[in-house]
Nanobody, 124 residues
Framework: QVQLVESGGGLVQAGGSLRLSCAAS????????MAWFRQAPGKERDFVVT????????YYADSVKGRFTISRDNAKNTWYLQMNSLKPEDTGVYYC?????????????????WGQGTQVTVAS
């Protein structure tokens, strides 16, 4: 009964910025970790970042640390990914994910609800 919808993707030049949003509707859990994953063309889906419900602590993939920032609005069941200093290798489909657990890590199996994805293309 939970649906996640991403938005904010598009085409941007290298060095530019985008902000992705993920809105959850339907049944929601009172405690849920939230995350972003991405899948580059021809590659497997990779972990990007997660944020815990309990403390708001975050864990970023090394490839995006210092450039991307996750944030959340628990009251609105919405979380965001601010992406700065974008590189061509950041190109891919970005997926938001939610967990039934308050704290979750980098494994896809730890997340139970997924959005349809939004395309991000970074041009050289």
């Amino acid at each position: 009964q939970v649906q996640l919808v991403e938005s904010g993707g598009g085409l941007v030049q290298a060095g530019g910025s985008l902000r992705l949003s993920c809105a959850a509707s339907g049944r929601t859990f009172r405690t849920s970790a939230m995350a972003w994953f991405r899948q580059a063309p021809g590659k497997e889906r990779d972990f990007v970042v997660t944020i815990s419900w309990d403390s708001g602590s975050t864990y970023y993939a090394d490839s995006v640390k210092g450039r991307f920032t996750i944030s959340r609005d628990n009251a609105k069941n919405t979380w965001y990914l601010q992406m700065n200093s974008l590189k061509p290798e950041d190109t891919g489909v970005y997926y938001c994910a939610g967990s039934i657990k308050a704290v979750a890590g980098s494994a896809e199996s730890e997340y139970h609800y997924w959005g349809q994805g939004t395309q991000v293309t970074v041009a050289s």
